[in-house]
């Protein structure tokens, strides 16, 4: 699975783009179902599939996307693994998988401020006590 994870990303030495896990959940299923659409063609028409998949380097183990009529972008490619086979995938999960990160360190912050606010009610109530 192509795995889309929340970064920070330089683009054009100027412009930071931030990609929120409900944006990368939408780019990875945005492929899955140009991989789909792959597999479908090699479900129907096994030859044209094989024909245009040679078109490419002798040895070369990707397809790419654009000659099936899947993709709008002559650069998409996919494995021809990946199109024979393609993985049960939903938006859920990928939603899940890049969300849990974000989560995470949500929670550790969170939990680091509580007990700096704590320790510092340790400290005046010390005080206050003596």
């Known amino acids: 699975m192509q795995r889309?994870?929340?970064a920070l990303r330089r683009r054009n030495d100027s412009v930071v783009d931030v990609?929120?896990?409900y944006t990368a959940a939408d780019t990875v299923m945005a492929?899955?179902?140009?991989?789909?659409?792959?597999?479908d063609l090699l479900e129907r028409d096994p030859q044209r599939f094989w024909d245009l998949a040679r078109t490419g380097e002798r040895g070369d183990t990707k397809?790419?996307?654009h000659s099936?009529?899947?993709?709008?972008?002559?650069?998409?490619?996919?494995?021809?693994?990946?199109?024979?086979?393609p993985p049960d995938l939903s938006w859920w999960y990928v939603y899940v998988w890049e969300i849990a990160?974000?989560?995470?360190?949500?929670?550790?912050?969170?939990?680091?401020?509580?007990?700096?606010?704590?320790?510092?009610?340790?400290v005046i109530s010390g005080f206050k006590a003596s």
């Open 4 to 6: 889309v994870q929340l």
């Open 19 to 21: 990609e929120t896990p």
């Open 31 to 39: 492929w899955y179902q140009k991989v789909v659409c792959a597999h």
């Open 63 to 65: 397809v790419n996307l």
């Open 68 to 85: 099936f009529g899947c993709s709008p972008d002559a650069d998409d490619t996919a494995s021809i693994a990946v199109v024979k086979s």
């Open 101 to 122: 990160p974000v989560l995470a360190w949500a929670a550790a912050i969170s939990l680091a401020v509580y007990a700096f606010v704590i320790a510092i009610g340790w």
